[in-house]
Nanobody, 122 residues
Framework: QVQLVESGGGSVQAGGSLRLSCAASGYTYSSDCMGWFRQAPGKEREGVAA????????RYADSVKGRFTISQDNARNTVYLQMNSLKPEDTAMYYC???????????????WGQGTQVTVSS
């Protein structure tokens, strides 16, 4: 079992920055891929960013490329999402998720956090 706990959400004006954190505990050896999804009211769940292959590979949604950066600590127990140049359309509940591979993460992650709210005002 893996437990994921997010933190760092909040309210910020357009153009501002936030850094989200996801702390993982339990049997994390089976979760090579970790990353972030988001969902806003009336919109589909969107994969935002993922890190995998021991941290050697990253992927980003086109909507956040150049603005968001995903990273891990050395022990791979914490995943971060640095969000810069935030836009109102980034407003959503952000969820941390983990899976053995990137392909599994995209379709059906094994583990989910509770989520943290990000609100960007204009």
């Amino acid at each position: 079992q893996v437990q994921l706990v997010e933190s760092g959400g909040g309210s910020v004006q357009a153009g501002g920055s936030l850094r989200l954190s996801c702390a993982a505990s339990g049997y994390t050896y089976s979760s090579d891929c970790m990353g972030w999804f988001r969902q806003a009211p009336g919109k589909e769940r969107e994969g935002v960013a993922a890190i995998y292959r021991g941290g050697r590979s990253t992927r980003y949604a086109d909507s956040v490329k150049g603005r968001f950066t995903i990273s891990q600590d050395n022990a791979r127990n914490t995943v971060y999402l640095q969000m810069n140049s935030l836009k109102p359309e980034d407003t959503a509940m952000y969820y941390c998720a983990a899976a053995p591979t990137y392909d599994t993460w995209l379709t059906r992650p094994n583990y989910w956090g509770q989520g943290t709210q990000v609100t960007v005002s204009s």
